[in-house]
């Protein structure tokens, strides 16, 4: 009896938008894929980015892409920008990772990662639909680009090479005296407040001041201690820990910080190391 060769299964469309799930705008992307590409596996990554983050979107694509297969094509739009001169790019990554998105930094977290190994400018008309809105390139020009190149069009086809893509900073946080001064960049569906400290800025603040116990304040509240879960602080109580981002982020057990501190994305946070506190 012959051996038959495996059929290796089709990479899914991975989408992420800020759309929501009140209109019908999601709906509309998935249309086109379906005609398209009716055998298209589609995979919601999410649809609740906050309108027009694209820091959030490019956080939250930074941290699942690497858990899709690796051909994946990321459907990603969170664009402000729709309909200015801003780029639509479709990307290929050393990884086999795909993505199609608006040029503003959206993916770049993640391409960081997945490593660039080219990208083209969503040009040509021949895969993108008939008629374009200034105000809905996600189902008129993103929508059909992810769909074609499902389909096996090579990403040369799509248009002209594009040397860099836009990139996107979180912004390091600063070192003053003996204070690690940051900012909130993502507020989970919890309301955990995620900053752009990471474990290594929080390394060299121990390392100046050696012995020091560190605390966090967002804004001017009170001192909060750095716990390792959620479930080491009694319940109601603030605290601040590492999550899975690997970033510095402020909580409530059981509860919201951001509605305990009135605080969104931009909100300033600050780690100190307190004179007179040793630690153990």
């Known amino acids: 009896m012959s051996r038959r060769a495996a059929v290796r299964p089709r990479p899914p469309i991975a989408i992420l938008t800020d759309f929501g ?13 379906a005609t398209l590409a009716p055998d298209a596996r589609v995979i919601d990554v999410t649809h609740g980015i906050p309108a027009q ?5 490019a956080l ?6 690497r858990y899709f297969p690796a051909d994946t094509i990321f459907l990603c739009v969170v664009d402000p920008g729709v309909g200015t001169a801003r780029l639509g790019l479709a990307i290929e ?5 795909r993505f199609v998105a608006p040029d503003n930094g959206l993916v770049s977290l993640a391409v960081e990662q997945a490593g660039l190994k080219r990208a083209v400018e969503l040009r040509s ?5 008939s008629k374009v809105s200034s105000t809905f390139h996600g189902r008129d020009i993103f929508a059909p680009a992810a769909a074609w190149l499902w389909r096996g069009k090579p990403l040369d086809a799509m248009g002209p090479r594009v040397a860099e893509i836009q990139r996107l900073s979180l912004g390091e946080p600063l070192l003053r005296e003996r204070k690690l001064v940051g900012a909130v960049v993502y507020v989970d569906g919890f309301g955990n407040l995620v900053t752009n400290i990471g474990r290594d ?3 060299r603040l121990q ?5 020091r116990r560190l605390s966090v304040r967002i804004g001017r509240g009170a001192p909060l201690t750095i716990v390792n879960a959620y479930g080491d602080a009694p319940q109601g109580a603030a605290l601040a820990t590492f999550g899975s981002f690997e970033l510095l982020e402020i909580a409530v057990r059981d509860a919201s910080a951001a509605e305990r501190f009135g605080a969104a994305q931009g909100a300033p946070v600050t780690v100190t190391a307190s004179p007179g506190l040793r630690n153990g």
């Open 93 to 97: 990554t050393d990884t086999g990772a």
């Open 125 to 129: 008309v021949r895969y993108r639909l």
């Open 60 to 65: 939250a694509l930074r941290e699942c892409w």
């Open 201 to 203: 800025a929080l390394a």
């Open 53 to 57: 983050s694209v820091v959030a979107g």
């Open 21 to 33: 799930y009140r209109d019908h705008y999601v709906g509309a992307m998935k249309a086109v894929i």
């Open 207 to 211: 390392a100046g001041f050696p012995g």
